[in-house]
């Protein structure tokens, strides 16, 4: 249970909050908190924030949906910072991407390359940040963003369809066009999950609980 009166707050009465994925330990974005906030996201276990901007509670996801489901709260050994330890329902950032911190200062050609070797399924999360990023932004001629307007029953028609091409790909013994169609499978399954505000990080880990 965390020690409340030991959290230091500025001048401004807030506090910096961390949000992190408990699943991949990834860090999703950077928030403040006052007392409010921090008593309601423990009363709610949903993340609740103070915006500077608009002076006022928020509460993440309250128009999006993709709420954060509070799982641990910690505070660091100067007790004025806190860690929120969360399951994601949808990509926290509001630009549509998966985390606010997407974007890197030292990326190059390079440490790409070298991404992809040593993390070949890197392009799932890729995938998730695109279909994340239509989904919110509708781009005119977009293909994800039509299957998205066209709903849940249009989107599981494309799933339904690729798996069939996969089949027939490997009933014919036909390597390369097997590959080509669980590539097309896995793409349109990536959809299906983010219209149903489902993370890859949450497959994954229902594989590494099986695994167990």
């Not at 509670?57 to 709420?67: A, I, R, V, Y």
Request: neutral net charge; charged residues 30%.
């Amino acid at each position: 249970m965390i020690e409340l009166d030991n959290i230091k707050y500025n001048e401004k009465g807030l506090v910096p909050a961390v949000v992190q994925d408990t699943n991949t330990r990834e860090v999703l974005m950077v928030a403040y908190m006052n007392k409010e906030a921090l008593h309601k996201t423990i009363e709610t276990k949903r993340a609740w924030f103070y915006s500077r901007k608009r002076q006022k509670l928020w509460q993440k996801g309250e128009t999006s949906g993709n709420f954060l489901e509070v799982k641990n709260i910690y505070y660091d050994c100067d007790e004025d910072t806190l860690l929120l330890q969360v399951v994601p329902k949808g990509p926290a950032c509001h630009t549509g991407n998966y985390s606010c911190f997407y974007r890197s200062l030292l990326e190059n050609q390079r440490s790409a390359v070298e991404d992809e070797v040593k993390n070949p399924l890197g392009i799932l999360k890729e995938l998730v940040d695109i279909i994340d990023s239509r989904f919110a932004q509708k781009p005119e001629g977009s293909y994800i963003a039509k299957l998205y307007e066209g709903g849940k029953e249009r989107i599981l028609k494309k799933v339904g369809e690729e798996a069939c091409e996969v089949i027939i790909a490997s009933m014919s013994k036909n390597k390369a066009e097997t590959i080509y169609e669980t590539a097309d499978l896995l793409f349109h399954l990536l959809i299906a999950l983010r219209f149903d505000n489902i993370t890859i990080e949450e497959v994954m880990a229902e594989l590494k609980r099986r695994r167990k």
